[in-house]
């Protein structure tokens, strides 16, 4: 079989790694300051073939797509009776019932901060009761029966760990729970899945600035995941708020302007990888580690991670005093209706941990309502991208970078 280059970059993958190198060379061919890359450690999983089909009432494939750090099946998959639950207190009820089955999690989608421990911990909590496998539905309020992926964590011992997928709501839904309750029906499912779990590879945090010209240690800094997942092409999740930071410098510098401060762009790696138990070990917590000890040069952080669709303005934490500022800054945007300062700051996980060093946080506040239904999908690709959006989204990224860098006063820190 020919392996084809793949337009994903997962972490531990060559792709991401060439990807690298592509940003370094084209912030170098744009005469970015100091262009570097930083070597921090990532989880390296892969997913390989898999599948899953219910073999029982009837025959039907199952959309699905393993989860992060899931071990694989035995060469042959696991073939058993399905246990359907609602949620984490449903499963405890029906514990009895819960010894070698494969549990499939069908919960009622709250919000993905919210659901999304459903993937996270779903394997864990069945195999602590005798599951042989796990299938979660997918984390998303709309699905055209699209499985999406994501991490998951196990919370057992390596020989509790049990497989886990993720399956499309539809089949989560009615597949399950109709078959069961209407007919009484025994429900069976095959799961195959050959992921193979690698030790931590070295990859890079990629680093470029447009340096200020009055107080170049202070600094503003803007930010995405160069990482993505290896299904689709990762363009929404996260390639649009890599691209909102990398180009807010270039215009920066095409158009010849110094900011006072310096304004410093990092695409972070590995972002998708980590676990909650390997949490200070992700590249972002890496970068906050070893930079804390510099929080006071910060005068504010901002990260584009929750998708690049209708700009409207930004999320924001900060003292009373610097989201007077913000406001004031963001009224000079009102040609292209980007105006809103809303607190708190939301989705820009890989800077949260810079809040209790009182650093002032920012993220791109769009109308990201279809948001999950691409995400860590073959659907998050270049086409949910619009041109035109993207560069307002780009316009309104650069000038807050670009004017908070610039003025004279310093944002309180809280
Ligand atoms: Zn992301």
């Given at each position: 079989?020919?392996?084809?280059?793949?337009?994903?970059?997962?972490?531990?993958?060559?792709?991401?790694?060439?990807?690298?190198?592509?940003?370094?060379?084209?912030?170098?061919?744009?005469?970015?300051?100091?262009?570097?890359?930083?070597?921090?450690?990532?989880?390296?999983?892969?997913?390989?073939?898999?599948?899953?089909?219910?073999?029982?009432?009837?025959?039907?494939?199952?959309?699905?797509?393993?989860?992060?750090?899931?071990?694989?099946?035995?060469?042959?998959?696991?073939?058993?009776?399905?246990?359907?639950?609602?949620?984490?207190?449903?499963?405890?009820?029906?514990?009895?019932?819960?010894?070698?089955?494969?549990?499939?999690?069908?919960?009622?989608?709250?919000?993905?901060?919210?659901?999304?421990?459903?993937?996270?911990?779903?394997?864990?909590?069945?195999?602590?009761?005798?599951?042989?496998?796990?299938?979660?539905?997918?984390?998303?309020?709309?699905?055209?029966?699209?499985?999406?992926?994501?991490?998951?964590?196990?919370?057992?011992?390596?020989?509790?760990?049990?497989?886990?997928?993720?399956?499309?709501?539809?089949?989560?839904?009615?597949?399950?729970?109709?078959?069961?309750?209407?007919?009484?029906?025994?429900?069976?499912?095959?799961?195959?899945?050959?992921?193979?779990?690698?030790?931590?590879?070295?990859?890079?945090?990629?680093?470029?600035?447009?340096?200020?010209?009055?107080?170049?240690?202070?600094?503003v800094?803007v930010?995405?995941?160069?990482?993505?997942?290896?299904?689709?092409?990762?363009?929404?999740?996260?390639?649009?708020?890599?691209?909102i930071?990398?180009?807010a410098?270039?215009?920066?510098?095409?158009?010849?302007?110094?900011?006072?401060?310096?304004?410093?762009?990092?695409?972070?790696?590995?972002?998708?990888?980590?676990?909650?138990?390997?949490?200070?070990?992700?590249?972002?917590?890496?970068?906050?580690?070893?930079?804390?000890?510099?929080?006071?040069?910060?005068q504010l952080?901002m990260?584009s991670?929750?998708?690049?669709?209708t700009p409207q303005g930004i999320s924001f934490t900060g003292?009373p005093e610097a989201t007077c500022i913000m406001q004031e800054v963001l009224k000079l945007l009102q040609r292209i209706n980007t105006t809103q300062v809303k607190t708190p700051v939301k989705?820009?996980?890989?800077?949260?941990?810079?809040?209790?060093?009182?650093?002032p946080l920012g993220g791109l506040l769009n109308?990201?309502?279809?948001?999950?239904?691409?995400?860590?999908?073959?659907?998050?690709?270049?086409?949910?991208?619009?041109?035109?959006?993207?560069?307002r989204c780009l316009a309104l990224w650069t000038s807050v970078a670009y004017v908070i860098a610039d003025i004279?006063e310093?944002l309180?820190?809280?």
């Amino acid at each position: 079989m020919i392996n084809f280059p793949s337009n994903t970059n997962p972490t531990g993958s060559d792709e991401l790694e060439a990807a690298i190198d592509w940003m370094v060379e084209k912030s170098r061919a744009e005469k970015l300051d100091n262009v570097h890359t930083e070597d921090v450690k990532a989880p390296h999983w892969v997913r390989n073939t898999e599948n899953a089909s219910m073999t029982l009432p009837r025959l039907q494939k199952l959309d699905m797509m393993g989860l992060g750090s899931s071990v694989a099946t035995p060469p042959e998959g696991i073939t058993a009776e399905v246990l359907v639950v609602k949620n984490f207190d449903d499963l405890k009820k029906q514990k009895a019932k819960v010894p070698g089955k494969i549990v499939v999690f069908n919960p009622p989608w709250e919000s993905y901060c919210v659901t999304k421990r459903y993937r996270y911990d779903s394997a864990s909590e069945a195999a602590k009761l005798g599951a042989v496998a796990a299938l979660v539905m997918s984390m998303t309020p709309f699905s055209l029966s699209t499985p999406h992926t994501g991490q998951q964590d196990y919370t057992v011992e390596d020989n509790l760990k049990i497989p886990v997928a993720c399956i499309t709501v539809e089949d989560a839904r009615h597949d399950g729970a109709h078959a069961a309750k209407r007919w009484g029906q025994k429900i069976e499912v095959k799961l195959v899945m050959n992921a193979q779990n690698f030790p931590n590879v070295t990859t890079r945090n990629t680093v470029v600035e447009v340096l200020g010209g009055h107080t170049p240690n202070e600094t503003v800094l803007v930010s995405g995941h160069l990482d993505s997942w290896d299904v689709g092409q990762g363009a929404m999740d996260d390639g649009g708020g890599v691209m909102i930071s990398w180009a807010a410098l270039v215009v920066m510098r095409k158009l010849g302007l110094t900011p006072r401060r310096t304004v410093r762009a990092v695409f972070w790696t590995g972002k998708n990888r980590g676990s909650t138990e390997e949490l200070y070990a992700l590249p972002a917590m890496e970068y906050y580690n070893r930079h804390r000890d510099e929080h006071e040069q910060f005068q504010l952080i901002m990260e584009s991670d929750s998708g690049t669709f209708t700009p409207q303005g930004i999320s924001f934490t900060g003292t009373p005093e610097a989201t007077c500022i913000m406001q004031e800054v963001l009224k000079l945007l009102q040609r292209i209706n980007t105006t809103q300062v809303k607190t708190p700051v939301k989705g820009v996980p890989d800077i949260i941990s810079w809040q209790q060093m009182g650093v002032p946080l920012g993220g791109l506040l769009n109308d990201n309502s279809h948001y999950f239904w691409y995400h860590h999908t073959h659907g998050d690709t270049l086409t949910v991208q619009d041109p035109d959006i993207l560069d307002r989204c780009l316009a309104l990224w650069t000038s807050v970078a670009y004017v908070i860098a610039d003025i004279s006063e310093r944002l309180h820190r809280g």
